[in-house]
């Protein structure tokens, strides 16, 4: 399978505690982004990598969210701290092109249910 | 900061019946506009896109949608509903932001096909 790839697809964790989503885009992909959806509501985004450097961030992304992307591949976001307001569907999306016009490349998410 | 603005949450079309599928998104200036489509359990994949090219496109699954500057929509269509068109649909506008285009999410609209 050569499309994004999230791992893992779904996490139930107890307030207070750190988790952590992998993402691997598709191999040739230089821009990765990372959204999220709660229920009924579309993807919010969150933050976007060109390569390795992060380059926006919303103002959605609390202190308690860090994203990285060490090497310019994959990418994970580590929430600290959960709380269960964060209970959603975390989305990676990846696209390729010196202009981007926005179309991306989704993998099927990952599920965070804070209880 | 652009918004998009999906009318109905909810569709619901008989088999075989017109498809009409509303976004208006809020700025003046015409963006890169899309339509992405979810199905149960799967992530969001592009089913077509305008890009300053012709008005009308024309994307996968004999899906259409009219980019429409004076009224700032771009509604989608389809003829004849199949069941197989049940799904969540997503209107989506990019905005330049710090020299990358970032995509805005509407809420979505579930379209609900009757056999």
């Known amino acids: 399978d050569t499309g994004v790839s999230q791992d893992p697809r779904h996490k139930i964790t107890k307030r207070g505690q750190n988790v952590t989503f992998r993402c691997d885009p598709i191999?040739?992909?230089?821009?990765l982004y990372w959204y999220r959806q709660t229920l009924g509501q579309g993807p919010e985004f969150l933050t976007y990598f060109q390569n390795e450097a992060q380059l926006e961030k919303s103002r959605l992304l609390s202190d308690r969210f860090s994203a990285e992307r060490p090497k310019g591949s994959f990418s994970t976001l580590e929430i600290q701290r959960t709380e269960q307001g964060d209970s959603a569907m975390y989305l990676c999306a990846s696209s390729f092109g010196t202009q981007n016009t926005g179309e991306l490349f989704f993998g099927e998410g990952s599920r965070l249910t804070v209880l | 900061a652009q918004s998009v603005t999906q009318l109905g949450s909810h569709v619901s079309v008989s088999e075989g019946a017109l498809v009409l599928l509303r976004c208006n998104y809020s700025?003046?200036?015409?963006?890169?506009l899309f339509w992405y489509v979810q199905y149960p359990n799967q992530g969001l994949q592009l089913l077509l896109k305008?890009?300053?090219?012709?008005?009308l496109v024309k994307g996968i699954n004999g899906f259409e949608a009219e980019f429409k500057k004076s009224e700032t929509s771009f509604h989608l269509t389809k003829p004849s509903a199949h069941m197989s068109d049940a799904a969540e649909y997503f209107c989506a506008v990019t905005e330049l932001s710090g020299g990358s285009y970032i995509p805005t999410f509407g809420r979505g609209t579930s379209l609900i096909v009757h056999p």
């Open positions: 191999s040739e992909h230089n821009r």
């Open positions: 305008y890009t300053s090219a012709a008005t």
């Open positions: 700025s003046s200036v015409p963006p890169y």
